[in-house]
């Protein structure tokens, strides 16, 4: 199933939004441990920029992906991905997230960007990280 995930600030958790089936459009799960796999990052500029101007965030980031049917474990060598809307107009890599600046490009070539991943791990801290994942068991 697609979803798209996003940060639920007064829950402290992840809210999974469902982006097809007849509960499109709904929240079908709050969570605080999940992995998606085939993801694409995507941030609204309409809801970015409203927050700029307002000082009060809403929610326009997400992280789209698809549920895997299996359990999965991220491999090693995962990056974590943060985004700031005060300071990135992306998704970045968090390593250089204070020197990343600017409009978002495909992650390419060393670019800080990050427009997709193969696999994204919602920590219940609140972190990301992406990279690639396995499935775990049989």
């Known amino acids: 199933m697609r979803v798209e995930v996003y940060r639920n600030l007064h829950k402290q958790c992840w809210s999974v939004r469902a982006l097809e089936g007849e509960r499109k459009g709904r929240v079908i799960a709050h969570t605080h441990d999940l992995i998606l796999e085939e993801c694409r990052y995507a941030v609204q500029p309409a809801g970015r920029d409203k927050v700029r101007r307002s000082g009060r965030k809403n929610v326009h980031a997400f992280i789209r992906g698809t549920l895997p049917e299996q359990p999965m474990t991220m ?52 972190k990301v990280f992406a990279g690639f994942a396995t499935k775990t068991g049989g």
Request: aromatic fraction near 12%; hydrophobic fraction near 35%.
């Open 75 to 126: 491999r090693p060598g995962a990056q974590r991905v943060t985004y700031n809307p005060y300071k990135h107009d992306g998704f970045v890599l968090a390593s250089i997230a204070e020197s990343a600046k600017g409009s978002p490009k495909w992650l390419d070539g060393g670019d800080v960007w990050v427009g997709q991943s193969s696999a994204v791990r919602f920590c219940a801290d609140g």
